[in-house]
C-alpha cells in the first residue's frame, strides 16, 4: 500500500485539460452554479482536495487493504476523472468509486440529487445464495420471489458493477445494500427474469402502491408470548428515546422466563450504555481501537519515505465495565442478522463478553468507526470516513467479520411468505426447554462462523 505525494496532481490536471463550458455561457447570462445543480471546476478541486486530506489524516482501515492498494495512484486517477466528468452526475459517481474503494462500511460519499432519484420499487438480496425479493411496493413482484436475471443477465454478473460504487467491509454487507446504494449504476427501466419464469419490466419512475410487507414501526415494542417470554424489538439506538424505552420493557418485565432482544437491522447510532448496566450481572468488555495519530514531526520523517502509510496509531482497549449494583437478572438472549451494524454491534460485543446469554441468528455486519463528516451544504453533498478500526476484545478480527452467533437461526426464504415471524419461532425453539418444569437453559456453545 503506497501513499505518494501527489501535490501537483490538481495543476498538472487543471493546467492540462480544457476548462468545462460554464453555466454562463451555456444560459447567456449570471447563473447560480449551486442552484442549478451544477458545480464549477474551483468547486471540484476543493471536495477533491478535502477528501484526499481527510482520508490521508484520518482514515483507520489501511491494513485492511491490499498490499498494492495505492491510494494516491487512485486519487490521481480520480482527479483526472472529476475534473473532466461532463456534469454533475459523473462527478458523483467518479467520487463514490473512489471513496468505495476504501472498502469500508462507515466511508462513503453521498449526494442529495443522486439520492432523491426513484429508487427500485424492491427490496432484494441474497439469501441462501439467491437474490430474493424481500419487500415490494408494486403487484408484479412479492416478497419470496427469486430473481434470476436483469436484462437477459445472470443476477450475480448482473449487480458486479454495482460494487464500484458501494464500499462496505465484506461482500455479505454490501450486498444488502447494493441495489440501494448502487442504484445511481441502475438504469430507469429493466426486464427482471424470476427463478418462476415470469419476465417483469420495471420502471423506477413509475407510480408504486403500498409496501409489502408493511414497514414495522420504528419504535421499540414489546411482545409478551403465551409461555412468558419477552420480546423487546429495538429497531435502532440513533435517538435515546429507543435505549429508554428498552430499559423502561426490561425493568416493566423484569422476572420473566427470558428477555430475548430482537436488533435485527438494527443499524445502529449510540452505544447504549445505560442499557447495558441494565442488563449485565457481570463484568463485560468493550472492543480494542486503533485509531491514527498525526503528530507533525512524524508526518514530517515519513515525508522522506514515500512508500509509508501513516506510521503512528493510537491504540486502546479493551475498556472493562463492572456490572451495576443492581441489574436486572434472569435469562437474557439476542436475535441478531447482518442488518445489525456499528453501535448495534457495540451492543451484541458487551453481552457476548459478559457472558449474560446466548446469540442467536446471523452474523453481523461487522462495521464500526465513528466517521469524520465532511458537508458542502452549497452542493447538497457530504461525505464521511471511518476514523478508528476496532477488534474484539480478544484482539480477534471485527472488521468485516461481524459477530457470529452462537446459534445459527439464519432467515429463509420461506419465511418471507408465511404468518409470523418463522425465523423469531426458531430462535426461541432451539432455547426451549427439553422438559416440562425446567428453567430456560439458555445454552451457550462455541461460535461457529456463518456461511459468508
Known amino acids: 500500500m503506497e501513499l505518494r505525494p501527489i501535490a501537483c496532481a490538481f495543476a498538472l490536471l487543471i493546467g492540462g485539460l480544457a476548462p468545462l463550458q460554464p453555466l454562463e455561457a451555456q444560459a447567456g447570462k449570471p447563473v447560480d452554479a449551486a442552484a442549478a445543480g451544477e458545480m464549477t471546476l474551483a468547486d471540484r478541486v476543493v471536495v477533491a482536495a478535502q477528501i484526499n486530506h481527510v482520508v490521508k489524516r484520518y482514515f483507520a482501515h489501511w491494513e485492511g487493504l491490499p498490499p498494492d492498494y495505492d491510494w494516491d495512484t487512485r486519487f490521481a486517477d480520480y482527479v483526472a476523472e472529476a475534473l473532466a466528468a461532463p456534469d454533475r452526475r459523473s462527478f458523483s459517481i467518479a467520487t463514490m468509486r473512489l471513496i468505495a474503494s476504501?472498502?469500508?462500511?462507515?466511508?462513503?460519499?453521498?449526494?442529495?440529487?443522486?439520492?432523491?432519484?426513484?429508487?427500485?420499487?424492491?427490496?432484494?438480496?441474497?439469501?441462501?445464495?439467491?437474490?430474493?425479493?424481500?419487500?415490494?411496493?408494486i403487484d408484479e413482484v412479492s416478497p419470496g420471489d427469486v430473481i434470476a436475471t436483469v436484462d437477459g443477465v445472470a443476477m450475480d454478473s448482473w449487480v458486479e458493477p454495482l460494487r464500484a460504487i458501494v464500499g462496505q467491509s465484506d461482500r455479505r454487507a454490501q450486498d444488502r445494500l447494493l441495489l440501494q446504494q448502487g442504484r445511481a449504476l441502475v438504469p430507469q427501466r429493466v426486464r427482471l427474469g424470476l427463478a418462476s419464469g415470469k419476465s417483469v419490466d420495471i420502471d423506477r419512475a413509475a407510480p408504486r402502491g403500498e409496501r409489502r410487507p408493511a414497514r414495522k414501526p420504528f419504535e421499540v415494542e414489546t411482545t409478551v408470548r403465551d409461555n412468558g417470554v419477552v420480546v423487546i424489538r429495538i429497531p435502532s439506538f440513533d435517538d435515546p428515546k429507543f435505549e429508554a424505552a428498552a430499559i423502561a420493557a426490561v425493568k416493566a418485565h423484569a422476572g420473566a422466563p427470558l428477555i430475548l432482544f430482537d436488533v435485527r437491522g438494527n443499524g445502529g447510532g449510540t452505544t447504549p450504555e445505560a442499557l447495558l448496566r441494565t442488563i449485565m450481572d457481570r463484568a463485560y468488555a468493550g472492543t480494542i481501537v486503533h485509531t491514527p495519530m498525526t503528530i507533525a514531526e512524524d508526518d514530517a520523517h515519513a515525508s522522506f519515505d514515500t512508500a509509508a502509510p501513516p506510521r503512528l496509531f493510537v491504540l486502546y482497549g479493551p475498556e472493562r465495565t463492572q456490572p451495576a449494583a443492581d441489574p436486572v437478572t434472569g435469562p437474557m438472549a439476542v436475535l441478531m442478522d447482518g442488518g445489525c451494524g456499528s453501535a448495534c454491534e457495540d451492543f451484541v460485543i458487551r453481552f457476548q463478553s459478559g457472558k449474560r446469554g446466548p446469540l442467536l441468528g446471523e452474523a453481523t455486519g461487522g462495521s464500526t468507526g465513528q466517521p469524520y463528516f465532511v458537508k458542502w451544504p452549497k452542493w447538497k453533498m457530504s461525505f464521511r470516513i471511518s476514523t478508528k478500526r476496532e477488534f474484539f476484545p480478544d484482539g480477534r478480527p471485527f472488521e468485516g467479520v461481524g459477530v457470529s452467533p452462537d446459534i445459527a437461526v439464519p432467515q429463509l426464504i420461506a419465511d418471507l411468505t408465511a404468518n409470523g415471524d418463522p425465523q423469531l419461532d426458531r430462535a426461541l425453539a432451539a432455547l426451549k426447554p427439553k422438559s416440562a418444569g425446567k428453567r430456560w437453559p439458555i445454552p451457550i456453545v462455541p461460535a461457529k462462523a456463518s456461511p459468508r
Do not use: Q
Open 102 to 137: 476504501l472498502n469500508n462500511g462507515h466511508s462513503a460519499f453521498y449526494d442529495e440529487v443522486l439520492d432523491d432519484e426513484p429508487f427500485l420499487p424492491f427490496i432484494a438480496r441474497p439469501i441462501g445464495g439467491k437474490w430474493t425479493i424481500i419487500a415490494s411496493w
